[in-house]
């Protein structure tokens, strides 16, 4: 289930942006939601957003102009990030990629920020056009 093979590379990569290290052990998630082409999947995420994340942090600190990149709650920047890679490489079409990320804001962070993220994303879109 590609939602939450999404789910599993948006822990793995807060997890990245906390610790700075990460690995490719999906042992802790539920396996019997996983496939494996759900790991191929979660592991080509996360690994194309921490290969793309330099690249991504200048876009979001643009985008971003009342907040500092410093300042944005690292769940949250995962989970532009995630969207940002996917909409870059056409994984996904826009619209879904802004809308599981916004679901993963509203799951995991604030109530403030399903806004935030939605509103950097919606940029990002627009900006590519």
Known sequence: MRSYAREV??????????S???DDDLSQFEADKL?????????????GVIDGKPAFDVVVAELSKSYKLSRIYRLDLAAIELAMYEISRGITPAPVAINEATGLAKKYS???????VNGILAAYQRSLS
């Open 20 to 22: 700075g290290n990460t």
């Open 110 to 116: 604030t109530e403030k920020s399903v806004s935030f």
């Open 9 to 18: 590379a948006y822990c793995k990569l807060y997890s990245y942006l906390i």
């Open 35 to 47: 496939t494996d082409e759900d790991k191929r999947f979660a592991l080509d995420l996360l690994h």
